[in-house]
């Protein structure tokens, strides 16, 4: 080809030109409709990525409301404490990420997959907890390595401390993380995967109060998703604070007091229902739960035979044994079954026919015995023959009047109703009609009969302040940020029965001698300081041995499940009751032994505060 192109070559190259140049034009125009694009219609997208890239949105949890006794002492507060959390769309390789994790905290890789999965159905966005309540030591090491360890952040969260341990576990209840399901209910909605809901007592009956408001923060980050500064921030609000009518001092006596033994104890205030002391032992460590139960110690407390995650005070159902004698005698009185004067001879015994033969507890028999005497010394066998002539359904009213037979109302822990039997019961329950024999083991608060430590208690108060059963109420007050009271408590009658005050003061003055007269079945439990009264109670876990198998176990002990309950109620002091408390120690053998120096040891601290003395003093001189 000629460096001059003859006219017949030139069309060839024109073509060519064109064609080139229509090529370069399309690319430029394709070039400036996407920057046209971008910096046009995609402006916002692109600056909200971009933003994303740098910015961080961090949920700040808040503290939940801190729990005080009636006197504003601290039962339940907040500590910090720090999580490893992991932003998701910032983990590029999970399993990397969880291997080096794994090795510098020296934990499961699995329990960091299985908290990863249990956040999958959560917004990418939120930052879900892998490890909680990391120590300082743990929480900078991470930090440290924080190269090796791609989208994990350490965040500050308040967790729930008990300043006095374990005391009042059943009363607060514990926390658990919110579950998938919970996360799926509306009113679940401001929680995230992680987050501590309360699963039972207080802590789930009060879930909304004492949640608190969460707060937010946004910080900057640089390409390696370390913190630069932080932005903006919109503090947490923390829950409401609720103070309960508990006696803190009281109930740590009753707590030591009961020691090691399995049980329960409940405390009334006699004139308004307020709970000053709710104990159910064995029991457990909230704490445990609030920074994340191990399965070792969920096993230990699943399996332990005593059931230290029940809640006894309100389900524990037992025979209450003597305790059941004044509903007996108040019911006989009524019924004109028995004056005071009527006397019965013990001999030991009471035959009901030639096969029947119940026995009383004092082998010897108690001989001549009265109203008085009979609740004195817990003679079995007055109350076998006046139960027989007072008939059982009279009995179970005058009982259910009491408080007894069904729940008290309480305002959480899924009370129990015990059992007060009567003839229709019988009939509906097993299709038979009720014997002469089942009214007299139900006499001593054997047989069907089956109560709560919580309606003992109730029947004591009522018994103490003149026949009115109150609902027992353990939330005085909630009050909001600023202090003012948003809820207060307002005491609720549940029956109001007009017992003759003459039957009253008979069953009354009979209790006043078991602990402070010679021959009381409670009389070692006396107390220089403050007089009161009460009733011993045993409950039979297994049948009555024969006088042979009796003497046969005398000789090696008897097995711990088969030992017999240890009942106690009570109320103080004896003139003017203030408080009623009624206890029951599992297979404790005897009331008088077991269960009332429990109850002589929480009068003791009670009434060992002066101001307490005085006021009871006054009210006394008052009524005389």
């Known amino acids: 080809m000629s460096l001059n192109p003859s006219p017949e070559e030139t069309p060839g190259l024109r073509r060519r030109f064109i064609i080139s140049s229509i090529i370069v034009a399309g690319v430029f125009c394709i070039l400036a409709l996407r920057l046209w694009y971008l910096q046009i219609l995609g402006t916002d997208y692109y600056r909200d990525l971009s933003e994303r890239n740098r910015i961080r949105y961090v949920a700040i949890q808040a503290p939940r409301g801190a729990v005080f006794d009636r006197h504003g002492v601290l039962l339940v507060d907040n500590r910090p404490a720090f999580t490893v959390s992991a932003l998701r769309q910032e983990v590029d390789d999970r399993k990397q990420l969880f291997a080096n994790l794994a090795k510098l905290l020296d934990i499961d890789e699995a329990m960091l997959e299985e908290r990863w999965q249990k956040g999958q159905s959560l917004p990418r966005y939120r930052p879900l907890p892998l490890v909680e309540d990391v120590g300082r030591q743990a929480m900078e090491m991470v930090q440290e390595n924080s190269i090796d360890l791609p989208g994990?952040?350490?965040e500050v969260k308040p967790l729930r401390s008990y300043p006095f341990g374990d005391m009042a576990a059943h009363l607060f209840g514990y926390l658990g993380e919110v579950t998938e399901d919970?996360?799926?209910?509306?009113?679940?909605?401001?929680?995230?995967?992680?987050?501590?809901?309360?699963?039972?007592?207080?802590?789930?009956?009060y879930e909304s109060r004492l949640q608190g408001d969460a707060g937010q923060k946004r910080i900057e980050v640089n390409v390696r998703g370390r913190e630069l500064r932080q932005v903006t921030i919109?503090?947490?609000?923390?829950?409401?604070?609720?103070?309960?009518?508990?006696d803190s001092d009281l109930q740590q006596a009753a707590e030591n007091a009961l020691a090691d033994n399995a049980g329960a104890i409940v405390a009334l205030d006699v004139n308004s229902g307020e709970v000053l002391a709710l104990v159910s032992r064995p029991t457990f460590d909230p704490a445990w739960f609030a920074r994340g139960i191990t399965s070792e110690e969920w096993r230990d407390l699943s399996n332990n035979p005593q059931h230290p995650m029940t809640n006894k005070a309100l389900r524990g159902q037992y025979p209450p044994g003597s305790t059941f004698k004044m509903a007996v005698a108040l019911a006989a009185l009524e019924a004109g079954t028995v004056t005071p004067a009527t006397k019965v001879y013990c001999s030991g015994s009471l035959?009901?026919?030639?096969?029947?033969e119940f026995r009383c507890w004092k082998k010897g028999g108690h001989g001549s015995v009265d109203l008085h005497k009979a609740i004195k010394e817990s003679c079995d066998v007055w109350f076998y023959q006046v139960g027989l002539e007072t008939g059982i359904d009279r009995i179970s009213s005058a009982a259910k009047r009491l408080g007894l037979g069904a729940q008290t109302g309480f305002p959480f822990g899924s009370e129990?109703?015990?059992?007060?039997?009567?003839?229709?019961?019988?009939?509906?329950?097993?299709?038979?009609?009720?014997?002469?024999?089942?009214?007299?083991?139900?006499?001593?608060?054997?047989?069907?009969v089956l109560t709560t430590p919580m309606q003992l208690a109730t029947m004591a108060a009522a018994l103490a302040n003149g026949g009115t059963v109150w609902r027992p109420q353990v939330v005085q007050k909630i009050v909001d940020l600023e202090g003012n009271a948003e809820w207060v408590l307002d005491p609720e009658k549940l029956n109001e029965t007009a017992w003759s005050s003459e039957h009253l003061t008979l069953v009354r003055k009979a209790m006043e001698a078991v602990v402070n007269d010679v021959g009381g079945t409670a009389w070692r439990s006396r107390l220089d300081k403050v007089r009161f009264a009460g009733k011993t109670g045993t409950a039979q876990v297994v049948r009555r041995k024969s006088d042979e198998e009796e003497e046969e176990s005398e000789e090696g002990e008897v097995p711990y499940q088969f030992r017999d309950h240890a009942l106690f109620v009570s109320y103080a002091p004896a003139e003017n009751p203030q408080i009623a408390v009624a206890v029951v120690v599992e297979h404790g053998g005897h009331g008088s032994s077991a269960a009332a120096p429990v109850a002589k040891a929480m009068y003791d601290a009670y009434f060992a505060d002066e101001a307490k003395a005085e006021e009871v003093t006054k009210l006394i001189s008052t009524e005389d």
Do not use: C, H, N
């Open 416 to 448: 129990r109703s015990g059992l007060i039997p009567t003839r229709e019961w019988k009939k509906k329950r097993f299709g038979t009609s009720w014997y002469d024999g089942e009214t007299v083991i139900s006499s001593i608060g054997q047989g069907f």
């Open 351 to 356: 035959k009901l026919s030639r096969s029947y």
């Open 152 to 154: 994990l952040l350490i």
């Open 234 to 246: 919109r503090s947490p609000l923390p829950g409401q604070q609720v103070y309960l009518t508990i």
């Open 182 to 205: 919970e996360l799926r209910q509306s009113e679940f909605s401001d929680y995230r995967s992680g987050e501590m809901v309360g699963k039972t007592a207080l802590e789930k009956a």
